[in-house]
C-alpha cells in the first residue's frame, strides 16, 4: 500500500480526480452550463442524442399504444361519437334556421293581412310527373284544415289553389295553368281589370297571361297586378305578377299581357294555405256546414 | 307425366320465386321514387318495367303487377287514379299471351312492344287530359311533353330490360326435365344431326 501511495500512478491519479474536482468547482461557480467543454460535448452529441431520444421516443411511443390501446380505442369512439352529435346538431341547426326564415316570411303575412286563417306551413312534398303546369302536392290535408279551392301562397305572391285534398295530402294546381282563372288588377291604378289564365306557351317559361283587358286602359310593362277578390276564391290585394309585354289578343278585342308571377312555381320548398278570408265566397261555408 | 322434383328443390323454387317478386318490387318502389323527384320530365318508367315483368311471368302476376305499375303511376303524375292502372293492367295481359303464344323473349321484340305500348300510353294522356279540353296551342303538349317523355320512356326501357335480365337470369328458376323428358330431347337432338 505504502509502495502505492509512493507510486507514480498514484500521483496521477491524485492529479487527475483533482483535476475533476476543479471542474467541478468551476462548473459551480458557473451555473454548470456554461463549461466549454460541457457545450462541446453537448454539441457534439447533440444529433446522436436527438437520433437516440427520437427512437426512445418513438418505442415508447409504440410501447403506450400497446399498453393504452383499450384506452385510446375507447376515446376515440367517445370523440367520434362526439363529433357525430355536433354534426347533427349543426345540421338540424341549419334546418331549423332555414325553417325560422321561412316562418319569418309567413308571419309577415299574417301581419299585412289581418283577416287571414292561414294553414300552417306546407312543405312542397314533389312535383305531379311530367305536368307542364308545374302542379304539386303539399303534405298539409283536410286533417290541417285546408278545403278544395283554397289559395296557396307564398310570402312573395299567388302560387295557385288546392284541387284536391286528402286527410294529409293535398294536390295544388298553379297560377300556370290554364284551368286556373284569377281576376286580376294592376295595383298603381285600381282600375284596370283582367283574367289571369295559364297558357300552354307561356307555361313553357313559366310564365302566365293576362287576358280579357279592356283595350281603354293604363296598364304598362312592369306594372304589379294584384288579385281583384270579386270571385270570392282569392283574398283581395294579393300580388300575382308583374307584367312583362303588352299585346292584342287574337281575336283584336281586348289586350292581353305577359305576366311573371312573383313566385317561381318550379322551385317551390314551402308554401301556406288561406283557409279563410274576409270576403270568401259564401256558398263555401254552406257546403261546410 | 309428373316431374320429379326433391322437397329441396321445391324449396330453392319457392324461395327464388320469392326473392325474384321482391327484386320486381323493389325495382317498382325505386321507379317510383324516380318519377316522383324533382321537376323535370322523366320517363314512365313503370311502363316498360311492368311490361318486362309480364314477359318473364304468369299471366296473374302480370295482370297485378300491371295494376300495381298503373296506379302508381296514376299518382305521381296526378292522374285519375285508376286510369293507367287499367291501361297497363290490360297491356301487361295482352302482352303476356302474346309472348306465350307467337314471340320470344328477345330484346329486339321487347323494344317493339315497349315502343308500341309506350306511345299508345302517352297519346292516350295527351288525348284525355290536354287535346279534349281544347287547349289553345294543345299541339305543342304533344310535340314538347308527350313525344319526349315517349322517347326517354324508350330510351329507359333499355335499362329496364337490363335489370330485369340481371334479376331473371340469377332468380328464375330452370325447368326440370324427367329422364323420360331428357331421353326424349336428347333423341331428338341426335335425330336433326
Known amino acids: ?289 | 307425366m309428373r316431374r320429379i322434383k326433391t322437397t329441396r328443390e321445391h324449396r330453392i323454387f319457392r324461395f327464388k320465386t320469392a326473392l325474384r317478386w321482391i327484386c320486381y318490387y323493389l325495382l317498382i318502389f325505386i321507379s317510383f321514387i324516380f318519377m316522383t323527384a324533382g321537376t323535370l320530365y322523366k320517363p314512365v318508367i313503370l311502363v316498360p318495367l311492368a311490361l318486362g315483368i309480364a314477359i318473364n311471368n304468369n299471366i296473374y302476376g302480370s295482370a297485378v303487377t300491371g295494376a300495381v305499375c298503373g296506379f302508381l303511376t296514376d299518382i305521381c303524375c296526378g292522374k285519375l287514379f285508376g286510369y293507367n292502372a287499367v291501361i297497363l293492367t290490360f297491356f301487361c295481359i295482352a302482352v303476356n299471351i302474346v309472348f306465350e303464344l307467337y314471340l320470344r323473349n328477345r330484346f329486339i321484340n321487347y323494344m317493339i312492344i315497349t315502343v308500341i305500348a309506350s306511345f299508345i300510353q302517352c297519346w292516350l294522356d295527351y288525348k284525355f287530359y290536354y287535346q279534349i279540353w281544347g287547349y289553345e296551342d294543345v299541339g305543342r303538349i304533344f310535340r314538347k311533353v308527350s313525344l319526349k317523355v315517349w322517347i326517354y320512356t324508350v330510351i329507359s326501357s333499355v335499362f329496364v330490360y337490363l335489370l330485369l335480365k340481371l334479376v331473371n337470369r340469377l332468380l328464375m328458376p330452370r325447368e326440370h326435365l324427367t329422364i323420360e323428358e331428357a331421353i326424349n330431347t336428347n333423341i331428338q337432338t341426335e335425330n336433326r344431326r
Open chain 1, 1 to 289: 500500500m505504502r509502495d502505492f501511495i509512493k507510486s507514480t500512478r498514484f500521483k496521477i491519479l491524485l492529479a487527475f480526480l483533482a483535476f475533476l474536482v476543479g471542474i467541478m468547482i468551476y462548473s459551480v461557480t458557473k451555473g454548470g452550463y456554461s463549461v466549454s467543454g460541457a457545450s462541446f460535448i453537448n454539441t457534439v452529441t447533440k444529433p446522436f442524442r436527438a437520433a437516440s431520444n427520437r427512437i426512445s421516443m418513438s418505442m415508447e411511443g409504440t410501447v403506450d399504444k400497446l399498453s393504452n390501446a383499450d384506452k385510446y380505442y375507447e376515446e376515440n369512439e367517445r370523440l367520434k361519437k362526439q363529433i357525430g352529435e355536433l354534426n347533427a346538431q349543426l345540421t338540424e341547426y341549419d334546418a331549423m334556421k332555414a325553417e325560422v326564415e321561412e316562418l319569418r316570411k309567413f308571419v309577415s303575412i299574417k301581419e299585412e293581412h289581418e283577416d287571414y286563417m292561414l294553414s300552417q306551413p306546407c312543405g312542397v312534398l314533389g312535383y305531379v310527373t311530367n305536368d307542364p303546369f308545374k302542379s304539386f302536392t303539399i303534405d298539409k290535408g283536410s286533417a290541417d284544415g285546408i278545403l278544395v279551392n283554397c289559395p296557396v301562397v307564398t310570402a312573395e305572391g299567388l302560387v295557385g289553389i288546392t284541387v284536391e285534398v286528402s286527410e294529409h295530402v293535398s294536390t295544388v294546381r298553379t297560377i300556370l295553368s290554364p284551368d286556373l282563372s284569377v281576376a286580376a288588377v294592376a295595383s298603381s291604378s285600381n282600375a284596370d281589370q283582367g283574367i289571369i289564365e295559364g297558357s300552354i306557351t307561356a307555361s313553357e317559361n313559366s310564365r302566365t297571361r293576362l287576358i280579357h283587358v279592356p283595350k281603354k286602359n293604363k296598364l304598362k310593362r312592369g306594372d304589379l297586378m294584384i288579385t281583384a277578390g270579386s270571385s270570392g276564391l282569392f283574398p283581395k290585394d294579393y300580388p300575382i305578377g308583374t307584367i312583362l309585354d303588352i299585346g292584342f289578343d287574337s281575336n283584336g278585342l281586348s289586350v292581353c299581357a305577359d305576366i311573371q308571377p312573383c313566385v317561381d312555381v318550379t322551385r317551390l320548398t314551402s308554401v301556406i294555405v288561406i283557409t279563410d278570408f274576409s270576403g270568401k265566397k259564401e256558398e263555401e261555408k254552406d257546403e261546410e256546414d
